[in-house]
């Protein structure tokens, strides 16, 4: 791969580009870009130039940025992130409809939990999740389920990382981060009261792959009113139970007794049974 004179990929440089947005912040100047990726601002102007090209950065009439629906048209082709929300979206809609506050599903990216989807209701206490958003991994319960079982190595980067203070109840120190991971581990679910917002609660739990390692964790932000969250626990397993079948549903080869209908097709996609008869004769 051809590299730039400081020794690093031109891929690389253009990655930074596209790495300056989040979701919290979805448009950006061409100087903030430069700024937010750590380029030269005449470097800045080629790439997203080149980008804005291909459809990669989509240029705004008030001369902002933002990023490109052909990167949304290309992340919705892998069977990874995507086909797993896909797949969930049926039992996160069940369970959302039985909470009526907020039921969402992350993944483990880094240090932090990414939130692939998530459902709320107007009147839901306060939620700090977005779809496509953030959330340091020790913060919440969906993070503290993913980083109970994803090994030492992520922990110890999650300490060197520093664990910000959101309110009093946010896990402070290293010991007690290994002691809500054993309780975790032990339990088999996380409850995080207040972690984020004192009025709110987290009850997260594992959602399995084909291979009973877990890939995922889905949760509900509920009101922190001293409630038991053993209801909600009974809910979430249920769906992660379903989410998991569904998955090795979708992992097993077309013509196979158990697999579902839609050949290649299903690692991506969910839709009626004819439906996916008519896509997959179409391929």
Same mark, same amino acid.
């Given at each position: 791969?051809?590299?730039?004179?400081?020794?690093?990929?031109?891929?690389?440089?253009?990655?930074?580009?596209?790495?300056?947005?989040?979701?919290?912040?979805?448009?950006?100047?061409?100087?903030?870009?430069?700024?937010?990726?750590?380029?030269?601002?005449?470097?800045?102007?080629?790439?997203?130039?080149?980008?804005?090209?291909?459809?990669?950065?989509?240029?705004?009439?008030?001369?902002?940025?933002?990023?490109?629906?052909?990167?949304?048209?290309?992340?919705?082709?892998?069977?990874?992130?995507?086909?797993?929300?896909?797949?969930?979206?049926?039992?996160?809609?069940?369970?959302?409809?039985?909470?009526?506050?907020?039921?969402?599903?992350?993944?483990?990216?880094?240090?932090?939990?990414?939130?692939?989807?998530?459902?709320?209701?107007?009147?839901?206490?306060?939620?700090?999740?977005?779809?496509?958003?953030?959330?340091?991994?020790? *913060?919440? @319960?969906? /993070?503290?389920? %993913?980083?109970?079982?994803?090994?030492?190595? =992520?922990?110890?980067?999650?300490?060197? !990382?520093?664990?910000?203070?959101?309110?009093?109840?946010?896990?402070?120190?290293?010991?007690?981060?290994?002691?809500?991971?054993?309780?975790?581990?032990?339990?088999?679910?996380?409850?995080?009261?207040?972690?984020?917002?004192?009025?709110?609660?987290?009850?997260?739990?594992?959602?399995?792959?084909?291979?009973?390692?877990?890939?995922?964790?889905?949760?509900?932000?509920?009101?922190?009113?001293?409630?038991?969250?053993?209801?909600?626990?009974?809910?979430?397993?249920?769906?992660?139970?379903?989410?998991?079948?569904?998955?090795?549903?979708?992992?097993?080869?077309?013509?196979?007794? *158990?697999? @579902?209908? /839609?050949?290649? %097709?299903?690692?991506?996609?969910?839709?009626? =049974?004819?439906?996916?008869?008519?896509? !997959?004769?179409?391929?």
């Amino acid at each position: 791969m051809a590299r730039a004179s400081g020794g690093e990929s031109v891929l690389g440089k253009h990655l930074r580009v596209l790495g300056a947005f989040e979701a919290s912040v979805p448009f950006l100047s061409l100087s903030q870009l430069a700024a937010r990726s750590g380029l030269a601002s005449s470097t800045a102007h080629r790439i997203v130039a080149e980008l804005e090209r291909e459809g990669l950065l989509e240029r705004l009439p008030d001369r902002t940025y933002r990023l490109g629906v052909r990167l949304w048209e290309l992340a919705c082709r892998t069977p990874g992130a995507l086909g797993l929300r896909e797949l969930a979206r049926p039992h996160l809609d069940r369970v959302h409809s039985r909470v009526q506050q907020h039921a969402q599903l992350g993944v483990l990216s880094g240090t932090e939990v990414l939130f692939l989807d998530r459902l709320s209701a107007r009147s839901a206490v306060v939620n700090a999740t977005l779809i496509g958003g953030r959330i340091p991994l020790y *913060a919440s @319960s969906t /993070g503290l389920v %993913l980083l109970a079982h994803a090994g030492q190595k =992520v922990v110890d980067e999650v300490v060197g !990382a520093g664990l910000r203070r959101f309110t009093d109840e946010t896990i402070k120190t290293e010991a007690a981060l290994h002691t809500a991971l054993r309780v975790v581990r032990a339990d088999g679910w996380a409850v995080c009261g207040g972690h984020i917002h004192l009025e709110s609660r987290g009850i997260a739990v594992p959602v399995y792959g084909s291979h009973q390692d877990v890939i995922a964790a889905i949760g509900v932000v509920v009101p922190h009113d001293g409630s038991s969250p053993l209801p909600y626990i009974e809910l979430l397993v249920r769906a992660a139970r379903d989410i998991s079948s569904a998955m090795r549903s979708a992992s097993l080869p077309a013509g196979h007794p *158990a697999a @579902s209908p /839609g050949g290649r %097709l299903r690692p991506l996609v969910t839709s009626s =049974v004819r439906s996916m008869e008519y896509l !997959a004769s179409q391929l």
